[in-house]
């Protein structure tokens, strides 16, 4: 016998009870039967046209739930939406146009790390 989980045999399962010569609607689920329906609509609901109709009590009416702090540190910028993002021009930054001076001995063309004055220095410096 097949087990199903929806309240309705599978096909392998609705095979063997023919095979059985037995009656399917016997293995349905009693929630998949008219019956079952109409016993669940047989009541009518009658709607109320607006909020004046509405019986009156003497309770309090209710309000907003209290404001909670979300969990984790609060975002710095808002989230851009979709159409606002701008997409990558490339994945490698230019220094095109831009001009590099050295800070040690402020000539243009190469940069602290790179100075070959100051390396010099430093050699010179270590053998005396």
Same mark, same amino acid.
């Given at each position: 016998?097949?087990?199903?989980?929806?309240?309705?045999?599978?096909?392998?399962?609705?095979?063997?009870?023919? =095979? *059985?010569?037995?009656?399917?609607?016997?293995?349905?689920?009693?929630?998949?039967?008219?019956?079952?329906?109409?016993?669940?609509? #047989?009541?009518?609901?009658?709607?109320?046209?607006?909020? =004046?109709?509405? %019986?009156?009590?003497?309770? #309090?009416?209710?309000?907003?739930?209290?404001?909670?702090?979300? %969990?984790?540190?609060?975002?710095?910028?808002?989230?851009? #939406?979709?159409?606002?993002?701008? %997409?990558?021009?490339?994945?490698?930054?230019?220094?095109?146009?831009?001009?590099?001076?050295?800070?040690?001995?402020? =000539?243009?063309?190469? *940069?602290?790390?790179?100075? &070959?004055?100051?390396? =010099? #220095?430093?050699?010179?410096?270590? &053998? *005396?």
């Amino acid at each position: 016998m097949c087990i199903y989980l929806s309240g309705i045999p599978c096909a392998h399962g609705i095979a063997a009870i023919w =095979e *059985n010569q037995e009656d399917v609607e016997k293995y349905i689920s009693r929630w998949y039967r008219k019956d079952t329906y109409m016993k669940a609509y #047989e009541h009518q609901l009658h709607p109320i046209n607006s909020k =004046e109709q509405w %019986p009156k009590t003497n309770l #309090e009416p209710m309000g907003m739930p209290p404001n909670r702090a979300a %969990p984790g540190r609060p975002k710095k910028l808002r989230r851009l #939406e979709l159409d606002e993002l701008v %997409p990558p021009r490339g994945t490698k930054m230019t220094r095109k146009y831009v001009v590099i001076k050295c800070s040690g001995c402020g =000539e243009i063309g190469h *940069n602290l790390k790179t100075c &070959f004055r100051r390396q =010099e #220095e430093a050699k010179v410096s270590i &053998f *005396n």
